[in-house]
């Protein structure tokens, strides 16, 4: 069975929920389709300490403040869960769950999106399955044949589940620097690798701080001034209180980039190394595209060229979410309302201006 909607909306995440605020509010008829079985996005998924690194109120989708959570300045990654489903009811958003979108394909003047559940026809997509589906693990010589555990931040949850064993954690970012952090106050054995030494931001830097920052840089970019860097400029880590505790407690000093694997551990090219039980890979992710691979859109990196959220060889695709590519800190809670009022916006003009010429 085919159903018909003005807009598809794929994810529903925070960004899925915050492009159907702005679509609802447009009263565009759309439907948005997520492969989770219950609320939340990838904030369910998570490790069990992690915590956002803005207060609640700067934390917040489009029309509704994210409440306090008692006892915490910064809420943790269930309290999120918790907002983001009663957003979604409280806006009555269309979401459809367990919906598996495999292919969209144009579809004469209009594009076809393919599912496990069924196809619709809509005038126009909004892309917003996030990143934490696709993990990504760099190539190292040896891999295949260490015979400890190997994981990705996606599946970390606790320290417990290495207690007493040699842990290594590769990665200088924040998720990096948090995990660590949590293992370092544990009864863990750890090294912590990265590929250049960190940089701590300043202890009274949030995400309040992170965000202007992102959108400064995006403001003098538009306008033709110099880059001034945004938030790579000062600094990859937010000193959040775990990971400043660790610090404080002695967390230790991060190691370069081992050369290659040996059967027990890791070894550095100078001949050194380490025995490890386990390597958790804090590498980052990749944009979960891979159902647009239809509309041949890809460029480097598997990213989509675009202009603003609009891919730009096909102006019914919306991309949101993604990273600064897609709207400057739209892969944040906060940063992502403005970024989803604009795709509605352009969408919501396209329709109209098409309904003109049928006229």
């Given amino acids: 069975m085919t159903s018909r909607v003005d807009v598809v909306v794929v994810g529903g995440g925070q960004a899925g929920l915050a492009a159907g605020y702005h679509l609802r509010r447009l009263g565009l008829d759309f439907v948005v389709l997520d492969a989770e079985a219950t609320p939340g996005g990838a904030w369910q998924h998570t490790w069990d300490s992690l915590h956002l690194f803005s207060p609640a109120a700067y934390s917040s989708l ?21 907002y ?3 957003y979604e009811k409280r806006y009555e958003l269309p979401v459809q769950r367990g919906v598996h979108v495999h292919a969209v394909r ?4 209009r594009v076809r ?15 917003a399955t996030g990143t934490w589906s696709r993990p990504f693990l760099p190539a190292v010589p040896g891999q295949d044949i260490f015979a400890g555990r190997q994981l990705h931040t996606v599946d970390y949850r606790r320290p417990a589940d290495f207690a007493g064993q040699r842990v290594i954690v590769v990665g200088g970012g924040n998720s990096g620097a948090q995990i660590a952090a949590d293992l370092a106050l544990d009864r863990v054995h750890l090294t912590w690798v990265t590929q250049r030494p960190p940089r701590f931001l300043a202890d009274d830097i949030d995400g309040r701080a992170l965000f202007d920052v992102a959108t400064a840089r995006r403001r003098a970019l538009d306008e033709g001034r ?10 990859d880590i937010v000193a959040v209180p775990p990971v400043r505790a660790a610090r404080d407690a002695g967390l230790p000093a991060a190691k370069p980039m081992f050369t290659r694997f040996t059967t027990t551990g890791v070894q550095w090219a100078d001949g050194s190394g380490v025995l490890a039980d386990a ?4 590498t980052g992710f990749r944009p979960a595209l891979s159902y647009l691979a239809p509309l041949r859109l890809r460029g480097q990196r598997g990213h989509i060229a675009t202009d603003g959220t609009r891919a730009v060889d096909e102006p019914r695709l919306h991309l949101l979410g993604y990273g600064d590519w897609t709207g400057p ?16 916006r352009a969408i919501s003009q396209l329709l109209a201006e098409e309904a003109k010429r049928v006229r």
């Fill in 113 to 127: 999106v393919e599912s496990d559940s069924g196809t619709w026809q809509a005038r126009a997509v909004i892309s």
């Fill in 329 to 344: 800190a739209s892969a944040t809670l906060i940063g992502v309302g403005r970024p989803a009022r604009d795709a509605a």
């Fill in 62 to 82: 489009p029309g509704r403040l994210m409440p306090t959570q008692r006892g915490q300045t910064y809420p943790d990654a269930g309290h999120v869960v918790e």
């Fill in 106 to 109: 144009r579809d004469g003047d």
């Fill in 279 to 282: 390597i958790i890979w804090c």
């Fill in 226 to 235: 110099s880059d001034t860097g945004g938030v790579a400029s000062l600094g």
């Fill in 84 to 86: 983001l489903a009663e």
